[in-house]
């Protein structure tokens, strides 16, 4: 674990416009979370099943590090709502991951569709019903008290609105995300921007980019979050934990 590279990570905010740039977060309040993974996947067909399994994993790991106890946030989100860490796994491993997203494409549908009919468009409703969303998806069901995507967007521009993950009675409390891209580079775009209340009452989206072996967790109705187009093929591992059983 590099405090650095969290700094890095939580520094790289910008402000809306006309607003204040908040002072970088506050590395402390990043909490490491020595994932033991990594995922098995070998060079065979991809399988939902196996991203599944894959996936399941993490949210082991994550269960294990009593992230997700009682489905309240860890202590660590104080009244910011989020935080980001390094996992530590290695770049093999996401490439892996990344392999298996490519294999698993074909397979995913457009996430939160509205009245689709299945077929790919870029465009989507938000859980809030207000944003765009262009990310596909295929979900695996895991266990009783969340919901997995293992999400794709990919590049051209893909983007998803300002929303929330949850809110009013959709019962999510807490999203957690591990990026899965290596080498990506800011030109790319991508980064997931969440927006911070200040305590002097200006507002500030802090960017978080989504590269390889980075987790973010975030309180799912309280942090107003969305994708900057995306100009590269972007997957990420979403885990939603919901306050009661599905
Ligand atoms: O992939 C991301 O960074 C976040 C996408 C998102 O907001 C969502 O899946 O609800
Ligand atoms: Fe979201």
């Known amino acids: 674990m590099d405090l650095s590279d ?6 790289a905010g910008h402000p809306l416009p006309g607003v204040a740039m908040a002072p970088p977060g506050d590395p ?5 979370v020595p994932v033991p993974l990594p995922f098995p996947l070998g060079e065979e067909e991809a399988s939902p099943r196996r991203s599944a399994a894959a996936h399941l994993r993490l949210v082991d790991a994550l269960q294990q590090h009593h992230l997700a106890d009682d489905l309240e946030p860890p202590s660590e989100f104080g009244e910011r709502g989020w935080v980001a860490v390094r996992l530590g796994i290695g770049a093999d491993v996401w490439r892996q991951v990344c392999d298996e997203g490519r294999r698993a494409y074909p397979h995913m549908r457009p996430g939160e569709l509205v ?3 299945g ?3 870029n465009s989507g409703e938000s859980p809030s019903g207000a944003a765009r969303g262009d990310r596909f998806i295929f979900s695996h069901e895991l266990d009783a008290r969340t919901q997995s995507l293992f999400a794709c967007f990919p590049g051209g521009g893909a983007r998803y609105g ?6 009013g009675t959709d019962g999510r409390r807490m999203t957690a995300i591990a990026y899965a891209n290596c ?11 969440l927006l911070e209340e ?7 989206w802090r960017a978080i980019p989504p590269a390889a072996d980075t987790l973010l967790l975030f309180r799912s109705d309280r942090m107003l979050h969305k994708v900057a187009p995306s100009h590269s093929t972007r997957f990420a591992l979403t885990t939603f934990f919901y306050a009661h059983v599905l």
Do not use: K, T
């Open 6 to 11: 969290l700094a890095q990570l939580s520094a």
């Open 28 to 32: 402390s309040l990043h909490v490491p």
């Open 115 to 117: 009245g689709g009919n």
């Open 119 to 121: 077929a790919r468009a």
């Open 162 to 167: 300002p929303h929330f993950d949850g809110g």
């Open 183 to 193: 080498g990506w580079r800011p030109e790319h775009g991508g980064a997931l921007e």
């Open 198 to 204: 200040e305590a002097e009452g200006g507002e500030c």
